[in-house]
Nanobody, 119 residues
Framework: QVQLAESGGGLVQPGGSLRLSCAAS????????MRWYRQVPGRERELVAT???????NYVDSVKGRFTISRDSAKTAVSLQMSSLKPEDTSVYYC?????????????WGQGTQVTVSS
């Protein structure tokens, strides 16, 4: 079992930057792929960025060139560096990880952190 705790959300002006962090605890040695999602009320949760255990990354088109996902060498934390923020980036951002065990792949979510982009 893995527990996730996000931090770093807040209010930022358009064009500004913000860094989100997600710390994992528990069975962290089994963590593989790590992701950031976001969701606004009334809309489906959107996959924003992914980083595999090998370090390969992928982004939704709307954030390419502006957001960067990274993870620490111990693979127990994942960050999302967000730059050139736009009002449409306003959302609750969630950390999500896969863990691999003898019983299969398990998926865990953090509680979310609010990001508001507004002047």
């Amino acid at each position: 079992q893995v527990q996730l705790a996000e931090s770093g959300g807040g209010l930022v002006q358009p064009g500004g930057s913000l860094r989100l962090s997600c710390a994992a605890s528990g069975s962290t040695s089994s963590i593989s792929t790590m992701r950031w999602y976001r969701q606004v009320p009334g809309r489906e949760r959107e996959l924003v960025a992914t980083i595999t255990s090998e370090g390969s990354t992928n982004y939704v088109d709307s954030v390419k060139g502006r957001f960067t996902i990274s993870r620490d060498s111990a693979k127990t934390a994942v960050s999302l560096q967000m730059s050139s923020l736009k009002p449409e980036d306003t959302s609750v951002y969630y950390c999500n990880v896969d863990t691999i065990s003898w019983s299969g792949v398990h998926n865990s979510w953090g509680q979310g952190t609010q990001v508001t982009v507004s002047s």
